[in-house]
């Protein structure tokens, strides 16, 4: 078995749903994502891309111009009920448009024209962030449960942002690990993200402020000069 074989048949567990209303693009990516053994769904409209990713598939590939609803609007009603990892799509590259697309839940961002190397370089970095055999995440008196978009410490009830689940999520599934700002940055952001990564620093505060201050053993860790670390 070569390499080629044995990576088509590990991707083959995953799914992913494809909403693009450009026939040729959608014949060419499906044809390719098949090759690498992953599953294809397609969808030609935001409605229906909607309706399919709500069943959650494993990733979802998603044009920012769609018929019926957008791409900005398609991801902000999915990440309203599912943390499914979501890369957009689209032939608008100014930051504005970017920052949008990042605001409204999408974890990546791929402008148009790309190579579909890097394209399938983007879905294996989102799908091994997101391991399907690790659905419930914790650490301590923590729990991420991932299918059902729920936080909860000591079994209380945490209500976090989007962008503030996104980076406990990335925490969590790298728990242990010390990272620094640069790496948390765009691990969550994405690397096209044009920011300070100050931000990241505003955003551990807003995650401690929910997670750590109500409670007297604190989960997020500070090494100074290196980074941050959600230790157990």
Do not use: C
């Amino acid at each position: 078995m070569n390499a080629a074989t044995s990576a088509a048949e590990e991707n083959r567990k995953y799914k992913i749903l494809l909403v693009e209303d450009d026939t040729q693009i959608t014949r060419v990516l499906k044809l390719e994502l098949e090759h690498e053994g992953y599953e294809v769904d397609t969808a030609a409209d935001g409605l229906s891309g909607l309706e399919k990713a709500l069943k959650e598939p494993d990733l979802v590939v998603l044009d920012l111009m769609l018929p019926k609803l957008d791409g900005l609007e398609v991801a902000a009603r999915v990440r309203a009920k599912s943390r499914v990892p979501i890369i957009m799509l689209t032939a608008k590259d100014r930051i504005p448009d970017r920052v949008a697309g990042l605001d409204r839940g999408a974890d990546d961002y791929v402008v148009k024209p790309f190579s579909i190397e890097e394209l399938l370089a983007r879905i294996r970095a989102r799908l091994r962030d997101r391991d399907p055999h690790e659905n419930v995440l914790t650490v301590k008196d923590l729990v991420m449960d991932r299918d059902r978009h729920e936080v909860t410490r000591a079994g209380q009830a945490i209500h976090l942002t989007a962008k503030e689940y996104a980076l406990l999520e990335y925490l969590l599934l790298h728990r242990n690990k010390v990272h620094s700002r640069d790496e948390l940055f765009n691990g969550v952001w994405g690397s096209d993200f044009l920011g300070d990564s100050n931000l990241i620093d505003v955003y551990i505060r807003y995650l401690r402020g929910k997670i750590d201050d109500p409670f007297s053993d604190k989960l997020v860790q500070t090494v100074r000069g290196v980074g941050y670390a959600l230790k157990d």
